[in-house]
């Protein structure tokens, strides 16, 4: 972002008042709120720019590898810009690799997305450990006041026995259970006939 000179004068007063407290005039004030809208605007606007690049970048990347020229060229125009490359455009790349440039590019991303994924995994606080219910030592052995004693040896309860079938429910037959299959009737054109 440039500022003219008349910008950097206003930023120039802002900041010394910002470093010393003094009561500004009006016309100081207006120059200061002129400059804040100045910045909102070129910040909107390098955001416009900033997403027409990326969906351009995209249409590129689909169009490989037809568009190869074009799209290493976008892409290096994105990193350049702070773009961090995404599996997409490293799928484009591998692609592309036979293309000097493209294999050049794509060591570069590689670079890119591994400091990428390491800064957001580091940035990213631990939880809270907790421990777990169902092991010994876990929290509900911390909350029992009294302690767990070893239990006494007790023989094992035996095997359940299969139960025995109902007399009142017979067991039904194959028959039963899967019917015999019906033939299947002639069509009605060759009934009348005969």
């Known amino acids: 972002m440039a500022f003219s000179a008349d910008e950097l004068r206003v930023l120039r007063r802002a900041l010394a008042v910002a470093l010393h407290p003094a009561p500004l005039a009006d016309a100081d004030v207006h120059d200061c709120l002129r400059l804040a809208g100045s910045v909102d605007e070129a910040v909107r606007e390098a955001n ?6 990326l969906a351009d970048l995209a249409r590129y990347r689909t169009a490989l590898p037809g568009s190869a020229p074009g799209y290493l060229e976008l892409l290096q125009d994105a990193l350049a810009a702070g773009y961090d490359p995404t599996p997409d455009d490293l799928a484009a790349l591998r692609g592309l690799r036979a293309l ?3 294999a050049a590019l ?26 777990l219910l169902a092991l010994p030592g876990g929290r509900s052995a911390a909350q029992d006041p009294k302690p767990r004693t070893q239990p006494k040896s007790e023989p094992a309860p035996a095997r359940p026995q299969p139960k025995a079938p109902r007399p009142d429910r017979p067991i039904p037959t194959p028959g039963e259970v899967f019917p015999p299959r019906r033939k299947p009737l002639p069509p009605p054109a060759a009934r009348a006939a005969g």
Not at 48 to 53: E, I, N, T
């Open 48 to 53: 416009r720019l900033r997403a027409f690049l």
């Open 100 to 102: 000097p440039v493209a």
């Open 106 to 131: 794509l060591e570069r991303c590689r670079r890119l997305a591994e400091n990428s994924v390491r800064a957001r995994l580091a940035a990213v606080p631990p939880g809270p450990r907790t421990r």
